[in-house]
């Protein structure tokens, strides 16, 4: 099985056990909302399009909301089924949703005390280090210093250009997408001059 189905199951397991009510990292969202936000992106097409283009956020909250109204197994079931075949993201699971499964299963676990970060296997880790060395082009698109991404091995990477000082972040591939996509609980050190540092950690990091 792919990374994107592994993490697509664990996801759900993890949905399951802290029930529909729990909080997410995911502002407001409850995990209700987040499967419901899920569902939408893969089976409803009229309403998908809406997700990143505002001009149709309204609908797409609309059909987001009614469908978070469904029954919690419904939504776990349609969660944990997939993408059906006759939608795009069927086709495209593993290249699209690796990072959406992991990011998300990580909003599921990470918004409660006491969370620890998962040993993930060194390929899994290596798939993650491509993804975060891309969604970093955007996650600090507006930092107005450059920053260097930094693997324990020592293998780098700059993912922000700039004339300016250097802010590097240190930490597991992981942690290091996580961050690019804006969450703050991550296990990451950064360095660099403090008010640097604090303009890179203080960054909206929303893609």
């Not at 918004?111 to 970093?136: D, F, M, S």
Request: charged share 25%.
């Amino acid at each position: 099985m792919t990374f994107a189905h592994d993490e697509r199951l664990a996801l759900v397991d993890s949905m399951a056990d802290f029930g529909p009510d729990a909080p997410t990292l995911c502002g407001e969202w409850t995990n209700r909302d987040l499967a419901a936000h899920l569902i939408i992106r893969e089976r409803r097409l009229d309403a998908a399009p809406g997700i990143m283009i505002s001009a149709f956020a309204g609908h797409t909250e609309s059909v987001r909301k009614a469908t978070a109204a469904r029954p919690w197994d419904e939504l776990l079931h349609d969660v944990r089924s997939g993408p059906p075949t006759w939608s795009p993201l069927y086709w495209l699971d593993a290249q699209i949703n690796t990072t959406e499964m992991f990011v998300h299963h990580e909003d599921v676990r990470r918004a409660h005390q006491h969370w620890t970060a998962r040993a993930l296997p060194v390929g899994r880790q290596a798939q993650l280090w491509k993804y975060a060395r891309q969604i970093a082009k955007m996650g600090y698109r507006k930092a107005p210093v450059e920053v260097i991404f930094e693997l324990p091995s020592g293998e780098s990477a700059v993912v922000h250009k700039s004339d300016s000082r250097t802010v590097v972040l240190q930490g597991e591939p992981a942690e290091l997408l996580l961050h690019a996509f804006g969450r703050n609980e991550v296990l990451i050190e950064a360095k660099g001059e403090l008010a640097d540092v604090q303009s890179v950690m203080s960054l909206d990091r929303s893609v």
